[in-house]
């Protein structure tokens, strides 16, 4: 069964940092591209960052971008973002998600973990 | 940049057609043909329904259906069932290599 589990979420102050897991399996992991989808309550969703299956590209939204990293162990079919200076609009339920076939679409999903920046 | 534009909500009956608008620039939408559609039901993860415009995943009904005109794609579900009652969100990738959302449209079945 193909499957993403993500881990690593908490409740943080602005200024923290954190960093999420996303375990995979049933496929062959490196094979694909793996995003970050994040969904603040009751609110829509956003694309956040892309890492390509050799984890050679990485690209971010403007939103993020110099605050959080994406990488990935390949050896451990595992995807990471690490996210630093945290403010409260970072609040959300994060996604990890599949590449379907290069075409920037979303076919396997994970739960998400929740993230709360707040003093 | 700014989220690609849907209408906060559409309703339909049973039975019907409905379609939801993605508007975007040539930037995105307009540029490419990897716009892609997803249907979430509350508290659970979406799901994919069209990638590529036009195309269905394994297992999507063919009652799923998208299309693109300039700057503008759509998603089409005729025969509306009262399981499809959900948000729906289009995406594409833009000249940034980026990705960007739609606002969602919550679909309500009459």
């Known amino acids: 069964e193909v499957q993403l589990v993500e881990s690593g979420g908490g409740m943080i102050q602005p200024g923290g940092s954190l960093r999420l897991s996303c375990a995979a399996s049933?496929?062959?992991?490196?094979?694909?591209?793996m995003h970050w989808v994040r969904q603040a309550p009751g609110k829509g969703l956003e694309w956040v960052s892309l890492?390509?299956?050799?984890?050679?590209?990485?690209y971010y939204a403007d939103s993020v971008q110099g605050r959080f990293t994406v990488s990935r162990d390949n050896s451990k079919n595992s995807l990471y973002l690490q996210m630093n200076s945290l403010r409260p609009e970072d609040a959300a339920l994060y996604y990890c998600?599949?590449?379907?076939?290069?075409?920037?679409?979303?076919?396997?999903w994970g739960q998400g973990t929740m993230v709360t920046v707040s003093s | 940049q700014s989220a690609l534009t849907q209408p906060a909500s559409v309703s339909g009956s049973p039975g019907q057609s409905i379609t939801i608008s993605c508007t975007g620039t040539?930037?995105?939408?307009?540029?490419?043909?990897?716009v892609s559609w997803y249907q979430q039901h509350p508290g659970k993860a979406p799901k994919l329904m069209i990638y590529?415009?036009?195309n269905r995943p394994s297992g999507v009904p063919d009652r799923f259906s998208g299309s693109k005109s300039g700057n503008t794609a759509s998603l089409i579900i005729s025969g509306l069932q009262a399981e499809d009652e959900a948000d729906y969100y289009c995406?594409?990738?833009?000249?940034?290599?980026?990705?960007?959302f739609g606002g969602g449209t919550k679909l309500t079945v009459l």
């Open positions: 049933g496929f062959t992991f490196d094979d694909y591209a």
């Open positions: 998600a599949k590449d379907y076939e290069a075409t920037d679409a979303f076919d396997v």
């Open positions: 995406s594409s990738y833009t000249s940034s290599t980026t990705v960007l």
């Open positions: 040539s930037r995105d939408v307009g540029g490419y043909n990897y």
């Open positions: 890492i390509s299956g050799d984890g050679g590209n990485t």
């Open positions: 590529e415009v036009s």
